[in-house]
């Protein structure tokens, strides 16, 4: 399998150099950081030996309507440059961790540099002129206080090098363009909308339509020259409410696809909306859970996003190296991390997974390696971890994972991330074998994640190593036959060694997340794909709440709403 | 070109009848009727006032640099601003800083309205919004009563003061710019630069916007009124050969953009800024100067909008809930003259006056103008200074020690930890009684230089103006909570001239003011006989900006000191310019 993918990014490669060559953008960059870099490798007192401009073309088109009418309606164009200048040497350069300042946060503040949206040369050089000067100077600046800082600190535990080769990448492929009838949408969106009006107790509800067309150029001195076209469309539901005692509850359901066609069509979309209703009029008078720790399953896409924050953000490759990272799993390779039946992957080259589109594939990162397939995890034991070209202790190169928002410094991020078992069954036997074990532990119920909406964990060292995850929609499945029972108010809290020891089995029913991820550099697209998790222990606390009661007065009256709810 | 197309039509939709029908007003109407009647949570006050302002807003704002078009993005929004009171009008939830948390699902103090005229989809934005404000009203009164007891405020005068209702309705603005032309000459204006070798960056942005607002209270005021805007900014930046940074901005603003100059005598305007920051460029720094000081054109407007204009602004300081946020809220750059008032702030044979009710002046038209204020209030005539001595300060509702009432100059001021409206000048307006030609100002300016025994006069053309933040400064505010970094009285001369007693005319560069105190207009020896209109936007520190106008004639300041502006030299660019480079 992995022999037949290099063969065919081999042809592609092939195929497309020519054009790569030719691209009026990829010519403008190319020529400016040749000029560029000319002067900046010989000078004096830390010559640049690497420089490379990443131009981002961007148009967001963004309908959202609530109750029937429009909200928000813009088609914005843009385009930014980032420039990544490397002084002194691949072993040490000015991007080094400073580590007399810890939070050293200017040197995070975002650096956009907004260039012509009409690919005009001149103001393109003329932008990339100035700007590069002020990065070589700064980069500059900022070397000579790490070489300073070495004479006084003790030498980190990481001694690897600050920058990895990698090969030259000649890539180029259409622009994708977004296309879709706007005003037709306008009217889609207002229709599907309508369906929230009957709820006047739905305090906030909105259907909305993002189109994305990017198409990234990046051009450096390893000789490599890429455009590579992103075109993705998100059509995102939402509703919101409060309980009773003021704690805010919302739901929300996104489909991403590559194409107009492959999102749901309107009776697809008004099913999800009830269903969105139904369970938040259920969640709204729902009791609150009290602290418990015990068996529970969490359903596949919240699984997703469980191991997303708890396990991907851990195997990024910067926080085995920075020495204020947690480094939970750095010194733990071939040691087994996770039950043996589960193994763990990245890979951004998938695209699609059972027909749904993946929001986490890309070919080139950021830094202009080609995306590729990783085992992170065989089987329960660690075996890689996602890498940028930043090295780590043992893992001398980048896998093609250092990514980035427009104006931000790039780390290693995940794409798309597979969690994959060799202990399946069905959910049936699942939620058997969840009250089963709640019988074994003398607990009267055990817990359902169906949906979580994100995240926070600590992989910091100042810190402690916690995770928080935070559920939408949990029911309690009781030993004793009765019904299953919608509850609320709970996080889903821990340490991550003990809570994936804890991982019994899994279900059959692989399913995708697709969302943003944000964090060191900015936000990035990506997606999980997991099956169902059962769990022997978790551990939930309650839920911070807000204070404020509901609205005081009832929705106003409307033809939908004849004005009998509050 | 068609004229025609330029404009920002003001096409009235009908007469003030439809007004009443209009379905915006209704909705907005029928809910605060209903607030009115029945909001209230058991045993806490009813909300004594509820006002509603709808800024409905359309424009576009093109970008260009070097030749190259950079951004051409139009947008839309609609945004209602709830102002609730609870208390009285001695004393209730307002001019109060303190941070308030509030509920992820309901909005408090203002929303976005939908974009299309839906009676329903707007009455419930408006019911949400209403609902947040009264409880976070709440709140910050109990908070504000907690700390009253603590923290005696300065001037404890009434919160909120009665005004006249108004009922103006004025047609509806309808955008209507052609936005071809004005990419155009964006990117015309922008290519300007590619004669200038020495220039290191540049920039050209427009902007137009049409902003219907719709006001409503439960005091019986009911208002519509329309402001437009467009304009052109264009900067440059470039270095001197010792590294010092220079920069120089001039900006054409106008109520419509086919009020603006033609083509011609803005691409001429710019051509002339290029070259005379090249030439600054090229000039050394000077040490220090002491002496009178001409303020000619856009300086001279400049320096009354930053010393008279700002300091006769928002009179009265909120209270602040702890020594934290008062660090982080003081020193805005203004009320510095309001503790003179009533006493002598200029010389005699100079007044100054106020009046945003003002469309024009001498034909050119004024982008501080407003026949309606952000709190409803229909704009009044001020007179701010009479034959010298301070009588007039910029009044919202929010009563000052010294005047009561508000004159209807209030402008809306989100800031970090408080939601004001402050009064604040639109088009401020100075007159001399005695006045002589520019040839004579200068005379007499060296006539004073010869008494004091200096060998030359400098005269001013360009004061810095307040820029927005960049995105480092943002971020440097959020980490500092948000301290002013406006720290000075007035700002640098960007452009300023020495002229010695042979009349021969040199240009300076590296200097700033000091020691400008709240008595400098006292010190002006004589004004010129030309007004110098300069319309422009004042953006202030906490992100929000104002289109202001200021009328002056120029200045002739007896005795001033400059002193070296702190460098902050860097290296000059380690390679040439691409374009430049053959």
Redesign the interface.
Known sequence: MRQTMRIISLIIIASTCVFAGRDRQLQTLKE?LT??FK??SK?QPAPAYFLQYELWEKRELYLNS?????????D????YVDIDVRVGSARLDNTHEIRGDEHD?MSW????L???????P?????????ET?RA??DAQKRYTKILAERQVKVMETDTSPDFSAAPAVKFAENIKEINIDTESWRQRLNALSMHF?PQGWI??SSVSLRANAETRYIVNTDGSMIKESRLAYRLSIYA???ADD?M???LSQSYIAYSPEKLPGDAVIAAQIDTLIQRLSVLRSAPMVEPYIGPAILLNRASGVFFHEIFGHRIEGHRQKSEFEGQTFTKKVDEQILPDFISVFDDPTMKEFKNIDLNGHYLYDNEGVAAQRVVVVDRGILKNFLLSRSPIHGFPRSNGHGRREHGRRVVSRQGVLYIKSDKETSFENLRQTLIEECRKQNKTHGLIFHDISGGFTQTGRGGTQTFKVIPLFVTKIYVDGRPDEVVRGVDIVGTPLLSFSKIVMTGDDYDVFNGSCGAESGWVPVSAISPSIFVSEIEVEKKAK?Q??P???P??E??LNPGRQK | MKKILLLIVLAAVGNAGDNEDHILFKALA??MN??ID????DNQPKPYYLSYRVNDIEGVEI??????????????QRVLYADLRVGDYDLDNSNFACQV??????DADQI?????D?Y?????AV??VT??T??KALERLSRKRATLQNRPQNDRSADFSLAEPCTIVEPIAVMDIDIEYWQNAAVEL?TIF?RFPKI??SGVKFVAQTNNQYFLDNERNRNRHARTIAGIEVDARTQSRDGDPLEDIIVFYACRAGDLPSLNEMKQAVAAMAETLSLLAGTTKEEEYSGPVIFAGQAAAELIFQVLGKGVSDPKAPLFENDILAQAGANKGMAHLVSRYGRKVMPDFLSAWDDPGLRTWKNTSLVGSFSVDDQGVEAQRVNIVTNGKLTGLMMSRTPSSKIKTSNGHARFRNERYARRSIGMIGNLIVESRQSVSFEDLKEHGLNLCREYGLPHIMIVSRLAPARPLS??ER?MRY?TRGGSTETTLLSAPVIAYKIDTLGNISLTRGLEFCSVTNRLLRDVAAAGDQDYVYNCIYYDEEGNNYPVSVVAPALLIDEMELVPKDPKP??L???A???F?K
């Open positions: 400016e000029r560029a002067v900046l000078t609530s109750l029937g009418a429009i909200f928000y309606d813009y914005n164009h843009n385009a946060y503040i975002p650096r956009t907004p260039v012509p949206v009409d690919q005009d001149n103001g393109i050089k003329a932008l990339l002129w100035i000067d070589f100077k009006k305090y906030g919101a409410t409060m003021g805010d509850l919302y807000g404020d009661k609205p005081i007065l929705a106003p409307n033809r | 029928d809910e209903r607030n029945q909001l209230q949570i970008k260009a640099v070097f030749g190259g078009l950079l951004q051409k993005n139009p947008y839309r948390g509030s509920s992820s699902t309901i976005n309205l939908p974009l299309e839906d329903d989809a707007i009455r419930n019911w949400l609902d947040g009264y409880k922008s590619r290191q960056e995105t480092k971020y980490f860097s290296h660019p380690v390679f310019h691409p374009y480079v």
